[in-house]
């Protein structure tokens, strides 16, 4: 049998294909392997800087805590509430050091300094809290990552305090020395305050003083001539057709009349104030005549009046003046019988500017001197020998020279209440609220 034998190899189909595609794989490979290092690297990159920005954040909001707790540490606004530069043009570059800003107390780990923070207080508005600008900045692990954060904290300084316990109208409660409100929870038939009047009709012996101040305005016997005979009692009124159906007292002249009421003040205070009377006329006023006076001519220093100071005073004729001892006259068109206003007088020291307001608008205004409260007279002039026709709804008086917000929130309290077109501009309107507004 013959044998075939076959050359098995095959050099010519053998070129090195698997030694090209293994390096092809490798250097896929290899390309591949960089390419999750460089993401790895760059997450490891955004892993850090998510943290220092979480810890420079964190930073910032402990910030902003400790300010507002330092702010809360405080009992006056006028405290000094330390170095501020929060209107610089960037802040961000700004160097925040202890001349402009002031660096927290606590301890904090991982960041590479303590935040700071700048404490503005702003100007008050109305009768509202004291409001701060809080301006902080945190840094995380380094000084490279910074954040900035910005709030408005609000205080009502003094809670703990006296004064604290003082209430005016609006929230209003700074400064506030007498508010009169004719509300039938105020008036009572016996000097000592304990018998309310529940009757129209009904005497009032004394108007409780509802700011806190006990300065509650009795019957009195006061007279010049020493006589000792007493002033007429007011009478406590509530209809449909006066001041907006809200309750009033009613002061009457003449015979058997002649009402009045008066408190006496341990302490005389002077300077600055500003004084609010919601009044609707009853009969024309004659010289003289006055809804208000802070003392006798006598008592010490200068007292002033609230009337009339023309033979007449109609809604066609005459004047009505806040007459100063001292000082100048502020004169104003007066009512007429069935006007219901709200005459505004407001004493400035500081300015030497004195400035009448009916119905929430300005006027008349005039320099003036320093006046004098010794006693609270209640539709009886300086020389106590005039008695007036006329209404009171409401009496409120401040110690200060309340900012024109402060004056627009009272006005529009005063306004809402007894159905009186205001005039006040120069802030924005409904910003009280109902309870401000109607605090009963």
């Given at each position: 049998?013959?044998?075939?034998?076959?050359?098995?190899?095959?050099?010519?189909?053998?070129?090195?294909?698997?030694?090209?595609?293994?390096?092809?794989?490798?250097?896929?490979?290899?390309?591949?392997?960089?390419?999750?290092?460089?993401?790895?690297?760059?997450?490891?990159?955004?892993?850090?800087?998510?943290?220092?920005?979480?810890?420079?954040?964190?930073?910032?909001?402990?910030?902003?805590?400790?300010?507002?707790?330092?702010?809360?540490?405080?009992?006056?606004?006028?405290?000094?509430?330390?170095?501020?530069?929060?209107?610089?043009?960037?802040?961000?570059?700004?160097?925040?050091?202890?001349?402009?800003?002031?660096?927290?107390?606590?301890?904090?780990?991982?960041?590479?300094?303590?935040?700071?923070?700048?404490?503005?207080?702003?100007?008050?508005?109305?009768?509202?809290?004291?409001?701060?600008?809080?301006?902080?900045?945190?840094?995380?692990?380094?000084?490279?990552?910074?954040?900035?954060?910005?709030?408005?904290?609000?205080?009502?300084?003094?809670?703990?305090?006296?004064?604290?316990?003082?209430?005016?109208?609006?929230?209003?409660?700074?400064?506030?020395?007498?508010?009169?409100?004719?509300?039938?929870?105020?008036?009572?038939?016996?000097?000592?305050?304990?018998?309310?009047?529940?009757?129209?009709?009904?005497?009032?012996?004394?108007?409780?003083?509802?700011?806190?101040?006990?300065?509650?305005?009795?019957?009195?016997?006061?007279?010049?001539?020493?006589?000792?005979?007493?002033?007429?009692?007011?009478?406590?009124?509530?209809?449909?057709?006066?001041?907006?159906?809200?309750?009033?007292?009613?002061?009457?002249?003449?015979?058997?009349?002649?009402?009045?009421?008066?408190?006496?003040?341990?302490?005389?205070?002077?300077?600055?104030?500003?004084?609010?009377?919601?009044?609707?006329?009853?009969?024309?006023?004659?010289?003289?005549?006055?809804?208000?006076?802070?003392?006798?001519?006598?008592?010490?220093?200068?007292?002033?009046?609230?009337?009339?100071?023309?033979?007449?005073?109609?809604?066609?004729?005459?004047?009505?003046?806040?007459?100063?001892?001292?000082?100048?006259?502020?004169?104003?068109?007066?009512?007429?019988?069935?006007?219901?206003?709200?005459?505004?007088?407001?004493?400035?020291?500081?300015?030497?500017?004195?400035?009448?307001?009916?119905?929430?608008?300005?006027?008349?205004?005039?320099?003036?001197?320093?006046?004098?409260?010794?006693?609270?007279?209640?539709?009886l002039n300086r020389n106590v020998n005039m008695h007036a026709n006329f209404a009171l709804a409401e009496l409120v008086l401040y110690d200060r020279a309340l900012d024109n917000c402060e004056l627009r929130d009272i006005h529009e309290y005063l306004a809402t209440k007894y159905g009186i077109s205001s005039e006040a501009e120069g802030c924005p309107a409904g910003r009280l609220s109902w309870e401000q507004l109607f605090p009963d």
């Amino acid at each position: 049998m013959s044998s075939i034998h076959r050359n098995l190899n095959y050099p010519d189909n053998q070129r090195g294909w698997v030694l090209v595609v293994g390096l092809v794989i490798l250097v896929m490979l290899t390309i591949l392997s960089m390419a999750l290092m460089k993401t790895t690297r760059l997450e490891e990159k955004m892993a850090g800087a998510t943290r220092d920005m979480n810890l420079s954040f964190q930073a910032a909001e402990t910030a902003l805590l400790a300010a507002e707790t330092f702010i809360e540490s405080k009992t006056d606004p006028a405290s000094d509430f330390g170095p501020s530069a929060d209107e610089h043009e960037n802040l961000f570059t700004l160097a925040w050091t202890d001349t402009n800003s002031k660096e927290i107390d606590w301890a904090l780990q991982g960041v590479t300094s303590k935040p700071r923070y700048m404490i503005k207080k702003l100007k008050k508005i109305g009768c509202t809290p004291t409001v701060f600008r809080v301006t902080v900045r945190g840094t995380g692990g380094t000084n490279n990552r910074a954040t900035l954060l910005r709030s408005h904290y609000a205080k009502v300084f003094g809670v703990d305090s006296v004064a604290s316990k003082l209430k005016g109208p609006a929230g209003c409660n700074e400064g506030i020395k007498l508010w009169l409100d004719a509300n039938e929870r105020y008036l009572f038939s016996n000097i000592d305050c304990t018998n309310p009047t529940l009757d129209s009709d009904g005497n009032v012996l004394c108007w409780k003083d509802r700011s806190g101040n006990a300065a509650h305005v009795v019957e009195t016997t006061i007279h010049r001539s020493g006589l000792t005979t007493n002033h007429g009692n007011p009478q406590y009124q509530r209809d449909d057709v006066m001041l907006n159906g809200k309750p009033y007292v009613l002061f009457k002249k003449g015979a058997g009349e002649n009402d009045a009421l008066e408190h006496s003040l341990l302490t005389h205070w002077g300077g600055a104030h500003s004084l609010f009377l919601v009044v609707q006329q009853t009969g024309n006023l004659r010289k003289f005549e006055s809804y208000f006076s802070s003392g006798l001519k006598p008592d010490p220093g200068s007292q002033f009046q609230v009337g009339c100071l023309s033979t007449w005073c109609t809604d066609t004729s005459g004047v009505l003046a806040y007459s100063p001892q001292a000082g100048g006259r502020l004169t104003i068109s007066p009512a007429g019988v069935g006007q219901k206003r709200i005459y505004t007088l407001h004493n400035d020291v500081n300015s030497n500017i004195n400035t009448a307001y009916i119905d929430g608008e300005a006027t008349a205004s005039r320099t003036t001197g320093s006046q004098t409260f010794k006693r609270y007279l209640i539709g009886l002039n300086r020389n106590v020998n005039m008695h007036a026709n006329f209404a009171l709804a409401e009496l409120v008086l401040y110690d200060r020279a309340l900012d024109n917000c402060e004056l627009r929130d009272i006005h529009e309290y005063l306004a809402t209440k007894y159905g009186i077109s205001s005039e006040a501009e120069g802030c924005p309107a409904g910003r009280l609220s109902w309870e401000q507004l109607f605090p009963d």
